[in-house]
């Protein structure tokens, strides 16, 4: 009886770390360079690395700004509304979406960029994941419990949203100035 306790709570631990993730967790999306051009070979990486940056800066604004509106809905207990009709969600979704349109191409010129564009293209693509998992999971919830939109697991994933927006927000105006 008391081997039976180990070997149980063994095969739940290898169960879990079997399992695939949740369809929730952020994938890496597979990225592969091309074969180099004529135009590769004096293509200002930088440059191109900069403007993205500034498109980036635009869409993290735009999360920050209407996750903020998302979190002032909650702190309303007479608001009622959809998350998936949402304007404010609609834009966060677009948002974070041109992010990861943007992520191969970014992981494709890392390594010709200087070393403050590699540092803020890796902070890029670990923000733009976990700002896509709390959106997908405060969405989630939103839509599955739309009277419930007072209660923790969606406004503190609302939070975390917001705070990693402003966290790249900054991130991206020190290499924003660095770059000029």
């Known amino acids: ?10 095969a739940c631990c290898l169960a879990a770390a079997l399992a695939p993730l949740p369809a929730s967790a952020a994938t890496v999306p597979a990225c592969s360079a091309g074969k180099p051009t004529a135009a590769s070979y004096t293509w200002d990486f930088k440059a191109e690395a900069a403007r993205t940056f ?7 604004e735009q999360i920050a700004t209407n996750t903020d509106e ?3 809905l909650t702190r309303d207990d007479e608001v009622s509304y959809n998350p998936g009709e949402s304007y404010y969600w609609n834009q966060v979704d ?13 992981q494709t010129i890392r ?49 975390n949203l917001y705070n990693e927006a402003q966290a790249l927000a900054g991130v991206m105006k020190t290499v924003s100035r660095a770059s000029a």
Do not use: W
């Open 1 to 10: 009886m008391t081997i039976k306790i180990p070997l149980l709570a063994g």
């Open 54 to 60: 500034s498109d980036i800066r635009a869409d993290v």
């Open 70 to 72: 998302l979190r002032a």
């Open 94 to 106: 677009s948002a974070i979406n041109d992010m990861g349109n943007r992520e191969c191409r970014l």
């Open 111 to 159: 390594r010709v960029v200087s070393p403050a564009q590699q540092r803020a293209i890796d902070k890029i693509l670990a923000e733009n994941r976990l700002m896509a998992y709390h959106a997908r999971n405060a969405g989630d919830f939103g839509k599955a419990h739309p009277e419930n939109l007072l209660m923790g697991p969606y406004r503190d994933d609302l939070v």
